[in-house]
């Protein structure tokens, strides 16, 4: 690692003496200092500050960049991303800071999504915590580690909606639900920005607007196209969220909306972003999201920079068209020089709000770095924090928790890995320190077990899987012998163990960008290992890997206990065994509704009733909105996840059962721990608005507490309704409620909830 010089650190100093010291805090003071400083510069130099390219230390996508400091020197950089390490970022800070004209400091940024090197579970995993203070910690842990090794920006958070397991960018989001969406959006920016003032903040970017999770067919990058009545009540929620919590960016998505790719879309990034919400900071595209309009078919790379900045764009990903095309539109007058201050403005505005004038290397402390990543607390966070994010699907004659002592037969390609346990978007993560299940299941044997181990089959049986989505060193262990041996490997090692753990599933990058699957099944192969095991006739516990809702249909009729485990981060091994042996008792609960079969996709809690509703119970009713060969019932409905304990609700009490304008509701309900030991229980509240001026979802969630209760407690748990409960956007986008009834529903998912109704007027 290179050391600054003594004269280095005063010729720093002495730069920084000679632009402008800005005040600390931003308002008027950062208006005058960037007017002051905007003043000072060209147009090529105003344009540099929308340029953001990669550095290529870590990859992301496709192209990467080549001289960057020349063009750092040359004023040409507003920001890096893809770069790792303080001693890095410092240098490169430091020819920006020390070598261009206007000394003005760099953003680095980077794909910070479930933590840096201490890496929690992935976003879909952690939404079914339900717990926002574990959301929120895990958030402030990646920014001070980021931060630690000189990042003060993140890509995240996610808070795409998603109701396609299809898509494999589900994984990166928090589920189908705006509510806990917008919920966890909160959180995650809370905890990353704090107020932007110490050098453990950092400025997180909400992705990917809009509605990127909503591609056709569940396809990457594919065509959206919606009502704006969904998008406004369904979809913008959670990127609305972040928003009123003071999100410092917002990044535009890959996709077209209504017909026009979200990167030009004026409706979006301006209309409803700037006007509607009031965002006041500045909007990043992805990875070549103007380069890929000449693609969408909106014109060439001039053409297409000058609709991005139009529509109210400021910065450019890796791509360089505003870099090297603006610059003929502004002479050719397509687009304006007010259109490219503004821009460049914004941008300027993100590193005052940082600190960054005031200090560019605020980021770089390299004894930070040494000491506040990947640490003992930190890890211990992590596997506190996966544990509660696991969500235990079936345990039937209760196989779980497991009893020390005996013997394990752990079988399946994801038993003996490392690498995925991250699971995708951990890219600053060293895959070789995270724990395996059988060093988890190892370390909490204490001895007194006896863990046999077989990999039992491969991901799957011709490697199409492993070749596609295999990147980042992150491949299972290819076991060459014929599938049948292997398998026969296994039973042998069931027939000798008094309990089978299959760890099987999807690989780490079987979900995230570019991860698409038709079928969302096991793969077959493993389906025939479960099944060999099944057959041994002892009892089977699936620890499932999955970062998509999967159809397991026939695992859940047919084998007695899975505990569905995502991909549980740098300690997902440790969080496993902590649950497995019943140390930690799950309490996670599903954010996402899963299918039977893929034909139901999408298949979601809150959707409409149709004019042929199908008969509460029933499968198939002739001239009824249904199918055939498969009920509409899903496998485990949204809010799903049972506990080694048992809750019972009593009834649901409420203040009154007529209302009128705003006047409050008290709904009531007593929750009782029935069983043997203490559990968390996640009680929901859902709303159903029986008539409205437009069709209206058959419940929607509008609150949540997460309670603990000892063996034998029973707590009242209390939710307070106003009609902010009941605003949504009707036909003109105008957000009210409207008078009328409404079913008040209380429970501990989204299936099984006490209904009460009531009738609130103006
Ligand atoms: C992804 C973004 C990510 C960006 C930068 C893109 O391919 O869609 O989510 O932030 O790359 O790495």
Known sequence: MKKTSLLAILSIAAA?????QPPASPGPAMNTFITNLMSKMTLDEKLGQLNLPGAGDITTGQASNSNIAGKIKEGKVGGLFNIKSVAKIRDVQKVAVEQSRLKIPLLFGMDVIHGYETVFPIPLGLSCSWDMDAVEKSARIAATEASADGICWTFSPMVDISRDPRWGRIAEGNGEDPYLGSMIAKAMVKGYQRDLKNNTDIMACVKHYALYGAAEAGRDYNTTDMSRVRMFNEYLPPYKAAVDAGVGSVMASFNEV???????????????????????GFVVTDYTGINEMIDHGLGDLQTVSALALKAGIDMDMVGEGFLTTLKKSLQQGKVTQAQIDAACRRVLEAKYKLGLFKDPYKYCDEKRAAAEIFTDANRKEARRIAADCFVLLKNQGNVLPLKRGGTIALVGPLADNKENMPGTWSVAADFTKSISVLQGLKDAARD????IYAQGSNLDEDSVFEVRAGMFGKSLHRDPRPVEQSIQEAVQAASQ????????GESAEMSGESSSRSNIEIPKVQQRLLEALLRTGKPVVLVLFTGRPLAIKWENDNAPAILNVWFGGSEAGHAIADVLFGDVNPSGKLSTTWPQNVGQVPLYYNHKTTGRPLAEG???????????????????????GLSYTHFTYGDLVLSSKSLKGAQKLTASVTVTNDGAREGKEVVQLYIRDLVGSITRPVKELKGFQKITLSAGETKTVTFT????DLKFYNSDLKYDWEPGEFDIMVGGNSRDAKSVRVNWVK
């Open 16 to 20: 920084i003496q000679l632009s402008a």
């Open 448 to 451: 007194q077990t006896k863990i």
């Open 618 to 640: 029933a499968w198939f009713q002739k001239f009824r909105s249904n199918y055939l060969d498969v009920s509409n019932d899903p496998v485990y409905p949204f809010g799903y």
């Open 258 to 280: 209504d017909g026009i790719p979200a990167t030009a879309n004026k409706f979006l990034q301006t209309d409803v972003l700037r006007t509607r919400w009031g965002f006041k």
């Open 497 to 504: 163990a008094d309990v089978v753990v299959a760890a099987l």
């Open 721 to 724: 309704i106003s009609t902010e």
